[in-house]
């Protein structure tokens, strides 16, 4: 079975600080992952995804993410926060197979302090 | 194209109410999903479907009933809806096997009474 674990609830960073959000997986097969962003009251909108290509995945809006298999970490980075960066983050994972059947962490709520 | 549609946005029933959730892609997308989503536990998936007449179960099944009678539509049946079953709920599709992004509709905000 495969999971993913979301370190951190609710984190809050200033306008123009570093953004760090933490995920941790397991998967007893290669993973896919991904990070999907949620702004209030809308449906989910994909970030990036790691497909066994590049470790490093660059996605929208200035994201980037690293794989590391030997950490079993796929954490969300962005040099500079913005406002617009304000909502809630999933991490989520699926087998070998594709992203048919995803699973998701529990999220992260970002905030970000003018 | 107008993507994956979900109706009604909003609904309130009471204890021992059915409805279904109407779900509907245009992408001729092979799979769709739905999930719920609760506070603190993310979006878990409810049922799945690889294709049209064929349907499985996800983690949280049980209340709920699906079927699949063509490609494009995937509708979610509560049968005896519970205060339980209040949830925010979104359905997906992706081309099968693909390693591209799931598309989420735009959700049912579901209250249960």
């Known amino acids: 079975a495969q999971s993913v674990t979301q370190l951190g609830s609710h984190v809050s960073v200033s306008e123009g600080a570093l953004v760090l959000l933490r995920c941790n997986y397991s998967s007893s097969v290669p993973p896919y992952l991904f990070w999907y962003v949620q702004y209030p009251n809308q449906g989910l909108q994909l970030l990036l995804k790691y497909t066994s290509a590049a470790t490093l995945v660059k996605g929208i809006n200035g994201f980037e993410a690293e794989f590391k298999k030997s950490e079993t970490s796929f954490h969300l980075t962005k040099p500079s926060a913005h406002m617009s960066d304000a909502a809630e983050y999933f991490c989520?994972?699926?087998?070998?197979?594709?992203?048919?059947?995803?699973?998701f962490g529990t999220g992260t709520r970002l905030t970000i302090i003018p | 194209n107008a993507g994956v549609t979900q109706t009604p946005k909003f609904q309130v029933l009471k204890t021992g109410q059915s409805m279904t959730l109407q779900c509907a892609q245009d992408m001729n997308h092979e799979y769709m999903s739905w999930y719920r989503q609760d506070p603190g536990m993310g979006l878990r998936l409810i049922h799945y479907s690889v294709g049209a007449g064929i349907t499985d179960q996800g983690e949280v099944p049980n209340g709920y009933n699906v079927s699949r009678s063509t490609t494009e539509d995937f509708p979610l049946r509560l049968l005896s809806a519970a205060p339980s079953q209040t949830s925010v709920y979104f359905c997906?599709?992706?081309?099968?096997?693909?390693?591209?992004?799931?598309?989420f509709g735009p959700g049912t905000r579901l209250t249960v009474l």
């Open positions: 997906a599709s992706t081309p099968a096997g693909s390693t591209d992004t799931q598309y």
């Open positions: 989520a994972v699926s087998d070998l197979h594709g992203n048919e059947k995803l699973t």
